[in-house]
């Protein structure tokens, strides 16, 4: 009889009332505690399989208001990262894109080989390891080279020099040697750039003696 009991809650419920139960007068019937509904529990291992299985995945958006082709960007952005595996893109909502590249390396050259530009706008871009919406991935971010030039090689340590391009912003790399490809007496740094304000043109260094 116990079992019959537990089993017949909502025929009970709709006999006393004489209509179909709602969902809350169902959930109540189940007797479950707020552990039991709270959410589903994944092992910390199985969540390691997973991202193992889903990487190599960054969430971009172009830094503009004005509407633009879909299909256009993404067909640029090929052309432009030149990626040695096939890449897709998914939209995720207007101006939100969430790529899937297949190799390690496609994957850091669209993260960290831009900034990528998309008809003179600055891409945004963040990696994502899946753990969350892609939707609720914060796109407020511009990754850039900066030049800083003349500094006296008494001061040209690397150490020295990101702490000078700190006062820019968020420091990611220190290329002492610059690029083969560009001449002249500079340190190039790769910065995080805030999108919403304004990069400084200028970063002064000043002598300290004690």
């Known amino acids: 009889m116990a079992a019959e009991k537990e089993g017949g809650g909502s025929s009970e419920i709709a006999r006393d009332t004489g209509k179909e139960p709602s969902l809350e007068e169902l959930l109540r019937s189940l ?23 889903k990487k190599w995945m960054p969430v971009i958006r172009v830094l503009t208001s004005k509407p633009f082709s879909a299909a256009s960007l993404k067909q640029t952005l090929r052309f432009a990262w030149a990626p040695t595996q096939e890449v897709t893109f998914r939209d995720v909502e207007e101006n939100r894109f969430l790529v899937q590249a297949n190799c390690l390396g496609d994957w850091k050259r669209i993260t960290e080989q831009g900034p990528w530009i998309f008809r003179d706008y600055d891409l945004l871009i963040e990696k994502f390891d899946g753990s969350c919406r892609a939707a609720a991935v914060e796109l407020n971010r ?25 006062n820019i912003d968020e420091v990611v790399q ?32 000043r002598r300290t003696y004690t």
């Open 31 to 53: 007797n479950l505690w707020g552990e039991d509904i709270e959410g589903l529990c994944v092992a910390k291992s199985v969540v390691e399989n997973l991202k193992e299985e």
């Open 174 to 205: 220190v290329d002492m040697n610059g690029s083969r490809l560009e001449f002249g007496d500079f340190v190039r740094v790769r910065v995080w750039l805030d999108a919403a304000r304004t990069c400084r043109g200028r970063v002064w260094h």
């Open 142 to 166: 511009i990754h850039a080279w900066v030049r800083i030039h003349d500094i006296p090689e008494l001061y040209r340590q690397k150490k020295l020099i990101k702490g000078l391009a700190g």
